[in-house]
């Protein structure tokens, strides 16, 4: 008898922490989060560091960095006005500074390096011509 109530117990103690630990999550203070629901954005973007709490198992927490990051684009050959072909490498930094209209926008931080390629090395492409 003492068996079972001590095995019994023991199942609602881990479905508890089970729980808990799906409902909390930490906010860094080098981090920016979006809680998504079903894939769709639900309430503002969370900035403030510090621990959170959200639905288990529905919502889901998406984290973004709030420090500048780094993009490096690829060393290209560019023709200059006098029809020469220069070598430029091209380094920028950006920063996300609204969470949710990046994550409605690119989504992924992937997807934002593959924008910033097209616009950087178009804009560099037409400095240098």
Do not use: C
């Not at 981090?31 to 629901?37: F, G, H, M």
């Not at 209209?101 to 910033?116: F, N, W």
């Amino acid at each position: 008898m003492k068996n079972i109530i001590s095995f019994i117990t023991a199942i609602v103690v881990l479905t508890g922490v089970l729980f808990i630990s799906g409902a909390v999550y930490i906010v860094s203070e080098t981090q920016q989060v979006v809680i998504t629901q079903f894939g769709k954005p639900v309430g503002e973007p969370i900035t403030e560091a510090g621990l959170h709490i959200k639905m288990p198992f529905v919502q889901k927490v998406q984290y973004f960095d709030k420090r500048l990051l780094d993009w490096d684009g690829a060393p290209n050959q560019i023709p200059t006005v006098d029809k020469k072909y220069i070598w430029v490498d091209v380094t920028a930094r950006w920063k996300i500074v609204d969470a949710l209209k990046y994550l409605q926008s690119v989504g992924t931080e992937r997807g934002a390096q593959a924008r910033l390629d097209d616009i950087i090395n178009s804009a560099t492409r037409d400095a240098v011509t």
